[in-house]
């Protein structure tokens, strides 16, 4: 059983960074995506990383990257340019395999997420 930890949300203005953080409680935790859920809406995929690859959405190119610390077993995501429309919680998920899928439905763990809030 793999449990991921997320970090790093907060309330920022627009244009302004934060990074979130996914620590793992595996050695390793092969590919992972970040989601995220805005109130009414559904869950979305942001980014993603498997050993040497990241994948993004269109929305978040450019100002999202994805990166990861093996020897921390942490993977990073940091988010530049924010804008309040990338206001939702963002959950961190794991899958046992390496290779990218933007589904939420191909992740076998998820974390509990955590809140990220832009104000205009």
């Known amino acids: 059983q793999v449990q991921l930890d997320e970090s790093g949300g907060g309330l920022v203005q627009a244009g302004g960074s934060l990074r979130l953080s996914c620590l793992g409680s595996?050695?390793?935790?092969?590919?992972v995506g970040w989601f995220r859920q805005a109130p009414g809406k559904e869950r979305e995929f942001v980014a993603a990383?498997?050993?040497?690859?990241?994948v993004y959405a269109d929305s978040v190119k450019a100002r999202f990257t994805i990166s990861r610390n093996n020897a921390k077993n942490t993977v990073y995501l940091q988010m530049n340019s924010l804008k309040p429309e990338d206001t939702a919680v963002y959950f961190c998920?794991?899958?046992?395999?390496?290779?990218?899928?933007?589904?939420?439905?191909?992740?076998?763990?998820w974390g509990q997420g955590t809140q990220v809030t832009v104000s205009s």
């Open positions: 595996k050695d390793t935790l092969y590919t």
């Open positions: 998920a794991a899958r046992t395999e390496w290779r990218i899928e933007i589904s939420g439905d191909a992740y076998n763990y």
């Open positions: 990383i498997d050993w040497s690859r990241t």
